[in-house]
């Protein structure tokens, strides 16, 4: 059974930075893992894939100030956010396809149930 818990959302001002953490199954931290997130009134929205070996890919909103990483000992998917913007405001959601290695293309099935990020000019 795959397990996301999302943790560490909160309110930040422009400029600022939070870590967002999901706590994952076994099954699912050794598979492709995601961000997403969702804004009122938009779509959701990739923000970070990483592949079972640690590659990463990013959407070009948050490339140079986002970083997806896992630590596969603690079960753990992180989203580090640096230099924040009110646009970075959103549900952000962790996401398993634990069923590949590679993340390019595939659907996520399984998911969190979000974190609020919430970022004031």
């Known amino acids: 059974q795959v397990q996301l818990v999302e943790s560490g959302g909160g309110s930040v001002q422009a400029g600022g930075s939070l870590r967002l953490s999901c706590a994952a199954s076994r099954y699912a931290i050794s598979g492709c893992m995601g961000w997403f997130r969702q804004a009122p009134g938009k779509e959701r929205e990739g923000v970070a894939t990483?592949?079972?070996?640690?590659?990463?890919s990013y959407a070009d909103s948050v490339k140079g100030r986002f970083t997806i990483s896992k630590d596969v000992a603690k079960n753990t998917l992180y989203l580090q956010m640096n230099s924040l913007k009110p646009e970075d405001s959103a549900v952000y959601y962790c996401a398993a396809s634990p069923r590949y290695y590679n993340c390019r293309g595939r659907e996520f099935n399984y998911w969190g149930q979000g974190t609020q990020v919430t970022v004031s000019s």
């Open positions: 990483i592949d079972s070996d640690g590659s990463t």
